[in-house]
């Protein structure tokens, strides 16, 4: 599947941005997805995580509470809304997508990349103090 990632911008900390994911094809709706970012010299890190069907989704402990995944498989689409942001949640972002969940548990969501078949080619967010 192939994924293309936008939304990204300049905010303020403190400030809100969504980032979307759009898939192509008609089985985009049987793909787990997930939101990752990399910062200038630093690991890509894992972010959030939505099953196919949207019933389970996952969060890195730096991120919970603050952003929220979500996706709308009518219109091929998966978002992650992200408030109360910070200088540290600079970096360029990912979604990536993997075939229904293979790989994970039961929930059907995870967070590590390897497991994750399709890339989009990112979309950068910075947030000035």
């Known amino acids: 599947v192939q994924l293309q990632a936008s939304g990204g911008g300049l905010v303020q900390a403190g400030g809100s941005l969504r980032v979307s994911c759009a898939g192509s094809?008609?089985?985009?709706?049987?793909?787990?997805v997930g939101w990752f970012r990399q910062a200038p010299g630093k690991e890509r890190e894992f972010l959030a995580g939505?099953?196919?069907?949207?019933?389970?989704?996952q969060y890195a402990d730096s991120v919970k509470g603050r952003f929220t995944i979500s996706r709308d498989n009518a219109k091929n689409a998966v978002y992650l809304q992200m408030n109360s942001l910070k200088p540290e949640d600079t970096a360029v972002y990912y979604c990536?997508?993997?075939?229904?969940?293979?790989?994970?548990?039961?929930?059907?969501?995870?967070?590590?990349?390897?497991?994750?078949?399709?890339w989009g080619q990112g979309t950068e967010v910075t947030v000035s103090s």
């Open positions: 990536a997508a993997n075939y229904g969940g293979r790989g994970f548990s039961y929930s059907g969501v995870g967070s590590d990349p390897a497991k994750y078949d399709d």
């Open positions: 094809g008609r089985t985009f709706r049987w793909y787990a």
């Open positions: 939505i099953s196919w069907s949207g019933g389970n989704t």
